[in-house]
């Protein structure tokens, strides 16, 4: 909640954070400088171009995309992505790098009241098989924040089965 406490910090101008108004406006003056500086160094010198997706991604790892010997294969993106620690749409940053965020993957909404209303959305998708057509098929409904029905009751789920996976252990 850094921005927060930084707004009531600079609005308080008795505070013992800051320096006096003079010095506090050349402070604030040498941070903006600087920020230009290194937005420049990141982003170009064309100030219209530096959105904050050009700086922002997010990545959709795959567990066996942490083994040197499967780097990129299974992961997907970088992808640009709207949001920071501060609004609805939940993003932040891995450490101080903008290029490198995290999100909630998964988000639902149920009405206890009414199952059959349920909806959620997964991304990248419902598959972690390379090569599945729902290997990645949900991350631009992710991204546009869209839903799927989640279906309760075994009729319901019959109607909207494509295909099904049946496990057996090994006798």
């Known amino acids: 909640q850094?921005?927060?406490?930084?707004?009531?910090?600079?609005?308080?101008?008795?505070?013992f954070w800051l320096p006096t108004a003079y010095k506090r406006e050349s402070l604030i003056c040498q941070v903006l400088a600087d920020?230009?500086?290194?937005?420049?160094?990141?982003?170009?010198?064309k100030p219209e171009r530096w959105t904050w997706g050009r700086l922002h991604k997010i990545r959709f790892d795959h567990a066996f995309s942490s083994r040197p010997s499967f780097g990129q294969l299974f992961s997907l993106g970088?992808?640009?992505?709207?949001?920071?620690?501060?609004?609805?749409?939940?993003?932040?940053m891995v450490g101080d790098d903008p290029g490198d965020n995290i999100a909630p993957s998964y988000r639902?909404?149920?009405?206890?009241?009414?199952?059959?209303q349920a909806i959620a959305i997964y991304a990248p998708g419902q598959s972690g098989q390379i090569g599945s057509p729902f290997y990645?098929?949900?991350?631009?409904?992710?991204?546009d924040g869209d839903y799927y029905t989640m279906t309760?009751?075994?009729?319901?789920?019959?109607?909207?089965?494509?295909?099904?996976?049946?496990?057996?252990?090994?006798?």
């Not at 970088?78 to 749409?89: E, H, N, Q």
């Not at 990645?136 to 991204?143: A, K, L, N």
Request: glycine share 6%; charged share 20%; aromatic share 6%.
């Open 2 to 15: 850094w921005p927060a406490v930084l707004i009531r910090l600079l609005d308080d101008l008795n505070t």
């Open 35 to 45: 920020s230009v500086v290194e937005l420049r160094g990141l982003l170009g010198d």
């Open 78 to 92: 970088p992808f640009s992505i709207a949001g920071d620690a501060d609004t609805v749409a939940q993003a932040s």
């Open 108 to 116: 639902q909404i149920i009405d206890l009241g009414n199952l059959d």
């Open 136 to 143: 990645s098929d949900m991350i631009e409904s992710w991204f």
């Open 152 to 171: 309760w009751h075994t009729d319901s789920v019959k109607k909207v089965t494509d295909e099904s996976l049946t496990l057996i252990p090994a006798q």
